[in-house]
């Protein structure tokens, strides 16, 4: 009767660590949902930002061609001043060479009139110098924007790729819930596991043993943190599970592996204990 109360403690403990950890993994499948929004959110408010920029740079481009324009016909404007001065200078001057009695006079005017067509044309010049600075300040511009671009679309890629990362740890923290749901079934249906034996996504790839620190690579498999950073810093650039070449070196915690590793040796631990126990009182039912 004691021995089957104790069993009844037992399996009751392990049923509430289940459900207990059941509830553990519900809580980080939320965490990890409401983490997946925000780097959705984030990317929907990038991807604004980008049609702003992009928005604002046509404008600008729109305002930029109308200046051009407008110094163009500055331009030509003063271009038929300059042809009309000339032309004035030459009439005036035949007109000199007729009247020699107000020859002073003429003189005057004709260095006048050669006057204002210099400055006319050191005007010109200034407007097509200015039209030059504008024309190179458009191009420095233009290339400017263009960087913002290639910098935008870099940073949406690492968020989509940080995305998708999100999703695949969801995704495998959705089949630990499963299991964990599974086993929780098991334990109030049958009173307990007696399978010690840990999967092989409990052991690290590199040092076979089982992972205290998992943390998660760009090939998507989880080594040891220690491991896996002296492969690194060894200068190898590809996956040591696969072999095919890392995209990068970044390394990001593995928190839902770690702890399903820690829950399944605490619960190992347990059975050891209670096994123990079981064999020293069944010893001493023996020998008395």
């Not at 939320?30 to 984030?42: I, M, P, V």
């Not at 072999?243 to 829950?263: C, F, T």
């Amino acid at each position: 009767g004691i021995d089957g109360a104790a069993k009844s403690v037992e399996n009751t403990y392990d049923g509430l660590s289940g459900l207990l950890n059941y509830k553990k993994l519900q809580k980080q499948r939320r965490e990890a949902l409401e983490l997946a929004s925000r780097q959705q959110w984030q990317l929907m408010h990038l991807q604004t930002d980008r049609n702003k920029e992009r928005e604002e740079m046509e404008r600008a481009e729109r305002e930029r061609a109308k200046e051009i324009e407008r110094h163009l016909a500055h331009l030509n404007l003063m271009k038929k001043e300059r042809d009309a001065a000339q032309a004035n200078w030459r009439q005036q001057s035949h007109a000199l060479q007729s009247q020699t009695g107000r020859f002073k006079e003429k003189e005057e005017e004709v260095e006048r009139l050669r006057v204002d067509a210099e400055k006319l044309a050191m005007q010109e010049a200034a407007a097509l110098s200015a039209l030059e600075e504008l024309r190179e300040k458009h191009q420095q511009q233009q290339e400017e924007a263009s960087r913002k671009v290639v910098q935008m679309a870099e940073r949406e890629r690492e968020l989509r790729d940080e995305q998708q990362q999100q999703q695949a740890q969801i995704h495998a923290l959705k089949e630990k819930l499963l299991e964990m749901e599974e086993a929780t079934r098991h334990l109030a249906n049958n009173g307990g596991d007696d399978n010690d034996e840990l999967p092989d996504e409990f052991y690290c790839p590199i040092t076979m043993e089982v992972m205290t620190d998992p943390v998660l690579a760009a090939d998507g498999f989880s080594y040891e943190r220690a491991a896996i950073r002296d492969w690194l810093d060894k200068e190898h650039v590809t996956s040591p599970k696969t072999g095919a070449a890392l995209e990068n070196k970044a390394l990001h915690p593995n928190l839902s592996l770690r702890s399903l590793i820690q829950d399944r040796l605490m619960r190992k631990k347990e059975r050891e204990v209670a096994r123990g126990w079981d064999g020293e009182r069944g010893g001493g039912t023996c020998l008395t």
